[in-house]
């Protein structure tokens, strides 16, 4: 009998390295999505315009298989979150204390949250094998700001709406794992992300918005992030502060 199941057990492993010759970083397709902050500081004054945009060919990064692919038509669909944290262990949202301006061919859906954030959702732009979303930021109030920019599609993931995503999920490329699950990477591309000068608000908000669920990359059980499903430097997290 234990003979038959490491029988078995090396047939399905022949099998998948077959459909999946790829050496492994992570257990999927982790697609590389950049966002740019431009100007990238740490530091704004109020009247200061921030753009924030991602904008990417089709010839995609995979962390995951460390190969780079083709994808065409995938339905990314950019959220973000912008929360000012002050200093009496409170926030507030810095969408609704600051003006944000997303051009209507990004089929922009805004939404309010009082324990959140107020955020908005939206669609990238495919043409010219090029992907495209971009927003501007007009900075009108001082604080220190924590910004996550991500993708519905790990939303509907992490909150159990997986079927949701059938429209992603359905996108297929050369080279694509038949048994690999997408993951999308939301990631600063434009410089470091400071979050380093916010570990306070980070730690702020892990505890009284996200439950725990905050944790650096590559974490350990000394971070005070840790454990946590919500990888900041793969959800697009950026730490600002604005000055009068």
């Known amino acids: 009998m234990l003979f038959l199941i490491?029988?078995?057990?090396?047939?399905d492993a022949d099998e998948f390295k077959k459909n999946c010759p790829y050496e492994l970083a992570y257990s999927g397709h982790y697609l590389r999505i950049p966002i740019t902050v431009s100007p990238h500081k740490l530091q704004y004054k109020v009247g200061d315009t921030i753009q924030i945009s991602?904008?990417?060919s089709d010839s995609i990064y995979d962390l995951g298989t460390r190969q780079t692919f083709k994808i065409e038509g995938f339905p990314f669909k950019p959220t973000a979150l912008l929360f000012r944290v002050k200093n009496d262990n409170a926030h507030d949202s810095g969408f609704r204390v600051n003006?944000?301006?997303?051009d209507s061919i990004y089929r922009p859906y805004l939404w309010y949250s009082n324990i959140?954030?107020?955020g908005f959702n939206g669609r990238t732009i495919y043409e010219n094998e090029q992907y495209k979303f971009e927003i501007e930021l007009i900075l009108k109030e001082p604080g220190r700001y924590i910004l996550l920019f991500s993708d519905i599609f790990q939303d509907y993931n992490a909150s159990g709406n997986s079927d949701l995503n059938a429209e992603a999920n359905a996108i297929t490329f050369e080279g694509k794992c038949p048994t690999l699950p997408y993951y999308l990477c939301s990631m600063i591309d434009s410089g470091d992300d400071n979050l380093k000068h916010f570990q306070q608000e980070l730690i702020y908000l892990d505890e009284k918005v996200y439950r725990g669920k905050l944790a650096h990359i590559g974490s350990n059980a000394l971070d005070?992030?840790?454990?946590?499903?919500?990888?900041?430097?793969?959800s697009g997290f950026f730490g600002f502060e604005v000055i009068e």
């Not at 005070?224 to 793969?234: K, M, N, Q, V, W």
């Open 99 to 102: 003006e944000l301006k997303i």
């Open 54 to 56: 991602t904008i990417f």
């Open 116 to 118: 959140y954030a107020d």
């Open 224 to 234: 005070p992030l840790y454990p946590g499903s919500i990888g900041l430097e793969f």
């Open 6 to 11: 490491i029988s078995c057990y090396d047939n």
